[in-house]
C-alpha cells in the first residue's frame, strides 16, 4: 500500500476507514469522494497496471474535476490503492464497485462479486459493513450475505447501496447527491453508514432514503430502465418527426416544458450507451422474464435502441446512394457521450463499425476518448486516429458526428469548408440550427429534422 503517509494516524481520528474493491468509473469516483472527507481509504483492483499507475499519482480514467481531489487526498495521507485483497482487512465498511456486465442470456454476470465476496469472510477481522455499489439484481444482497458468511467467524452486514453517478458529471453527483438509498434490514449497518453519509447530505437529511434490499437493488433498475425509455421514446418520436415533416427540437421544448415531462433526457441521438443503459435494461428484462413476467416496455426499448445506433449509418448509404466504398469519413466524437473517454457500447463505435463494414474508411478524433476506442478496432481496420478536430476533416468526403462534446458545437465552420472534400455532414447530434449550416453552404442530415440537401 502506498499514500499512506505520516499523517495517516492524525487524519483519520473521528473518520472511517473504508475499502473499495474494484477502482473503475464508480469505485475510484466512491473511493476519493469519501477520503475527501475525511475518511482513509483503500482503494483495491485486480488490474495490477492500473494500481500501478495510481500509486504514481496517474488517473486511469479521464473524469472531469476527480484529479484535483484524487491528488489532494493522495498527498494527504487519507487516499491509497492496492492490489492485495487482504488490505481490507481493517475496513469497517467494504464497497464493492465490480464489474456486473451483461452474461450470454442478458442477465447480470454477478461473478466478480461473488467472487470476491468468498473471499471477504476470511479476511475480515472485525465487524464489517460489506456494500454492494454495484449494480445487481434483486436477491444479490442475500447471496452476497450467504458467500460472505462461508468463510466468516466475524459479524457482518449487507447493504444494497447502489450508485446513481453520471459518468462526466460523477464528482458533483456523487459530492452532491440528489439521493441516496441504503437496502439495510440492519439497524447498526444504517447507523454506520448514515454517519458515512451525513457530510454529503448536511442541508438535507431526508435525501437518504433507507429500504429493504430488494427494494433498493430494484430501485437503481427501474431508475435506468425509466431513463433508457425516456431517451427510446424521444428517439422515436424524432424518427417520426421526420416522416410527418415536423421538427424534434421544436417538439422538445414543447413537451419538456411541461412539467410532469421535465425537460432533461429528451434529446434526438444516435441511440443510447455507455456501461450502464445497455447492460441494464437487459438486465431489467431477464429479471422479469426470470419471474414470469412479460415486461414488454423494456423488451421494446432494447430493440428499438439497436435500430436507433444504425439510424445515421442507414442516413448515410441514403445519401451516397448505398455505396460507400472508397470513400472517406471524418468522426467526430468516439465516447458514448461528452466529458468522458468511456466507449462501453458506444453509438460513435457502432457507426464506425457500420461504415468500414461498407467499405468506407474513417478518421476518427476524440478530445479524451482516442486510446480507449483503438481497441475496439483491429490492425486491419481502415480508421485512424488524429488528436485535432480539423485535421481528421481533411480530403473526407463527409463529416458524421457522434457525440456531443461542447468543442463540436460551434466550430469553425470556413475551416471545415477548406479542409473537406465534400460538403455534408451528418449530425447524430443535432448540434446546429438549420439556419446555421444553411448559411454555411453544408448539406446537413439531422435526427428529427428536415434534411438540407441543397448547398
Ligand atoms: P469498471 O469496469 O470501470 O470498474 C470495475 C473495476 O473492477 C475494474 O477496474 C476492474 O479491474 C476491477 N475488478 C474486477 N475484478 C476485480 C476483483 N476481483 N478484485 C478487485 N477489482 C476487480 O466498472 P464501473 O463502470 O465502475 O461499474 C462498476 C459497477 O457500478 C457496475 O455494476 C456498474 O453497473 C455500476 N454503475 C456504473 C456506473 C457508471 O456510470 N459507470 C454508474 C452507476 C453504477
Redesign the pocket.
Known amino acids: 500500500m502506498v499514500g499512506q503517509g505520516k499523517n495517516y494516524q492524525r487524519k483519520i481520528g473521528g473518520f472511517m476507514k473504508i475499502a473499495v474493491?474494484?477502482?473503475?468509473?464508480?469505485?475510484l469516483v466512491t473511493g476519493t469522494c469519501f477520503a475527501e472527507m475525511g475518511n482513509s481509504v483503500v482503494c483495491?483492483?485486480?488490474?495490477k497496471e492500473?494500481v500501478k499507475k495510481m500509486e504514481k499519482g496517474s488517473m486511469?480514467?479521464y473524469e472531469p474535476g476527480l484529479e484535483d481531489i484524487f491528488q489532494r487526498n493522495i498527498k494527504e495521507g487519507r487516499l491509497s490503492f492496492s492490489h492485495d485483497?487482504n488490505d481490507v482487512k481493517k475496513s469497517g465498511v467494504v464497497f464493492l464497485?465490480?464489474?456486473?456486465p451483461p452474461g450470454e442470456n442478458g442477465s447480470?454476470d454477478l461473478s466478480?462479486v461473488l467472487?470476491?465476496a468468498e473471499q471477504l469472510g476470511s479476511i475480515l477481522n472485525n465487524y464489517a459493513v460489506i456494500v454492494d455499489?454495484?449494480?445487481?439484481p434483486v436477491g444479490t444482497a442475500k447471496l452476497v450475505s450467504s458467500y460472505v458468511g462461508k468463510n466468516s467467524k466475524k459479524k457482518f452486514d449487507v447493504v444494497s447501496n447502489?450508485?446513481?453517478?453520471?459518468?462526466g458529471q460523477?464528482v458533483e453527483d456523487f459530492l452532491r447527491p440528489e439521493r441516496i438509498v441504503l437496502g439495510t434490514s440492519s439497524p447498526r449497518a444504517e447507523k454506520i453508514m448514515r454517519k458515512l453519509y451525513e457530510p454529503f447530505v448536511k442541508r438535507d437529511p431526508g435525501k437518504i432514503i433507507v429500504t429493504d434490499e430488494a427494494s433498493a437493488e430494484m430501485i437503481?433498475y427501474a431508475a435506468n430502465g425509466f431513463l433508457a425509455t425516456k431517451i427510446g421514446y424521444i428517439n422515436q418520436i424524432a424518427n417520426l418527426c421526420e416522416k410527418v415533416g415536423a421538427d424534434i427540437n421544436s417538439v422538445r421544448m414543447g413537451i419538456g416544458s411541461d412539467s410532469r415531462i421535465g425537460s432533461q433526457f429528451l434529446y434526438a441521438g444516435p441511440g443510447y450507451g455507455?456501461?450502464?443503459f445497455p447492460?441494464?435494461t437487459q438486465a431489467l428484462a431477464h429479471i422479469a422474464s426470470n419471474s414470469g413476467y412479460d415486461f414488454t416496455i423494456i423488451k421494446s426499448v432494447i430493440e428499438a435502441n439497436n435500430r436507433q445506433k444504425e439510424v445515421i449509418t442507414h442516413k448515410v448509404l441514403d445519401y451516397f446512394h448505398n455505396n460507400i466504398k472508397g470513400r472517406n469519413f471524418a468522426l467526430w466524437g468516439l465516447a458514448f457521450k461528452d466529458n468522458t473517454d468511456?466507449v462501453r457500447e458506444s453509438p460513435a463505435i457502432t457507426i464506425a463499425k457500420s461504415i468500414l463494414k461498407n467499405g468506407g474508411s474513417v478518421a476518427a478524433f476524440d478530445p479524451q476518448a482516442n486510446e480507449t476506442a483503438k481497441k475496439q478496432f483491429s490492425k486491419k481496420d481502415k480508421i485512424k486516429f488524429s488528436d485535432n478536430m480539423y485535421s481528421v476533416l481533411e480530403d473526407v468526403d463527409a463529416l458524421v458526428i457522434a457525440t456531443n462534446w461542447r468543442e463540436f458545437s460551434e466550430p469553425n465552420f470556413k475551416k471545415m469548408r477548406s479542409a473537406m472534400r465534400g460538403d455534408v455532414i451528418f449530425d447524430g447530434r443535432n448540434l446546429y440550427s438549420l439556419d446555421t449550416v444553411a448559411k454555411e453552404k453544408f448539406n446537413y442530415v439531422s435526427i428529427g429534422r428536415r434534411a438540407l440537401l441543397n448547398a
Open positions: 474493491i474494484g477502482a473503475g468509473y464508480v469505485g483495491i483492483d485486480i488490474d492500473k486511469p480514467i485483497i464497485a465490480l464489474p456486473t447480470a466478480y467472487a470476491v455499489k454495484s449494480t445487481v447502489p450508485e446513481f453517478l453520471r459518468e460523477a437503481k455507455g456501461s450502464c447492460k441494464d468511456d
